[in-house]
């Protein structure tokens, strides 16, 4: 599979890049700003200018971050270390949208959003995630069963994220239902879609068996700031 340098290294060029207007730091380390994910994103990796970022984060927060194994500096612990999955689609598609009814989620869905996600635990969300990109869901009433969205973007590539289903709605094939509306509308905007899934999860098989390939395996952690004693 040939190597793409935008998505190596997608979360910086995401938080620099198109999303920087929703991230805070400097042009070594950002984060997205309170409300939004909670993501740290490196310039290098290897250097990563913590204290530079301080400013912008609160005593107690928690924050995902790809690629860095580094000593967490004064002020910082690390949490959680673990590795996920960088998987593109590589698959077909299929001629006509399978969830023409999704609902587009707006910022009047945001609670019900966080409230599925706090739930299901797709990965860092945050009360103004949805406003990332678009993101679909399907109701039951006022209850969201299930939805799907973008998240990190740069030129040519979108992430499918967010997704998840409720435990009550599960064997449904929602969330493959929105995935693949997905994925159509990023074709059509001649776009690669990709995903990230932790690598103890089984949703990475049924990616594999829905047409995504593994493109990395990189190490993620979660880290919280303590501030300087």
Known sequence: MARNPLLDHIFWHALDGAHRRWSDGTDAIRRYTQGFSPIIAFADPAQPDFAALAPWCTAGEHFYCDSWTGTAPPGWRVEVESTMFRMVWEGALPATDPAPEAVPLRA??????????????????????????????????????????????????????????????????????????????????????????????????????????????????????????
């Open 108 to 229: 009047e869905h945001a609670e019900q959003a966080l409230e599925l996600a706090t739930l299901c635990k797709p990965g860092p969300f945050g009360i103004r995630t949805i406003e990332l990109g678009d993101y679909f869901g399907y109701f039951d009433g006022e209850r969201l069963m299930a939805m799907a969205g973008e998240r990190l973007r740069a030129p040519g590539l979108c992430e499918i994220s967010g997704v998840c289903t409720h435990p009550d709605y599960q064997g449904c094939g929602l969330a493959k239902k929105l995935i693949t509306k997905l994925l159509l509308r990023h074709a059509a905007r001649g776009e690669q879609s990709f995903l990230h899934v932790m690598h103890n999860n089984p949703a990475h098989q049924l990616y594999l068996n829905m047409g995504f390939q593994d493109y990395l395996e990189s190490t993620v952690r979660v880290i919280s700031y303590r501030a300087p004693a």
